[in-house]
């Protein structure tokens, strides 16, 4: 097996991180949101669109990483392209946690119990 191949089996077994957002949930029970790394593909298609992202991160840019990368629990994009005005209307802090926390990042909570 080649080593590309053998990169792409163990990336296929990394488990999917998640993250909790109570604004977005129903009473009690935040929507939780998975994902995984930020891959080379990512970056690409963020830059592509975003020239500048990883000197100027712009809301539309944390907005975009949300689509591409958020999912439900059974691995199907949580958003799409048609979410993105939807999106672009919460409010920044939630935003920014979400991109935070997929991004690599610490989220609030993080910081605060450190």
């Known amino acids: 097996m080649s080593i590309a191949k053998r990169i792409a089996a163990k990336r296929a077994d990394q488990e999917r991180e998640v993250v909790e957002v109570p604004e977005w949930g129903e009473e ?17 298609k963020l830059q592509r669109k975003h020239p500048n992202f990883l000197t100027n991160v712009t809301l539309g840019a944390m907005v975009d990483v949300l689509i ?21 209307g919460e409010t920044i802090s939630v935003i920014s946690k979400v991109f935070s926390a997929v991004f690599g990042g610490k989220t609030e909570e993080e910081h605060e119990k450190n």
Not at 28 to 44: K, Q, V
Request: aromatic residues 8%.
């Open 68 to 88: 591409i990368k958020c999912e439900d629990e059974k691995g199907d994009p949580a958003f799409t392209l048609e979410d993105k005005p939807i999106l672009m």
């Open 28 to 44: 009690d029970n935040p929507l939780r949101l998975y994902f995984s790394p930020i891959t080379a593909r990512d970056m690409e």
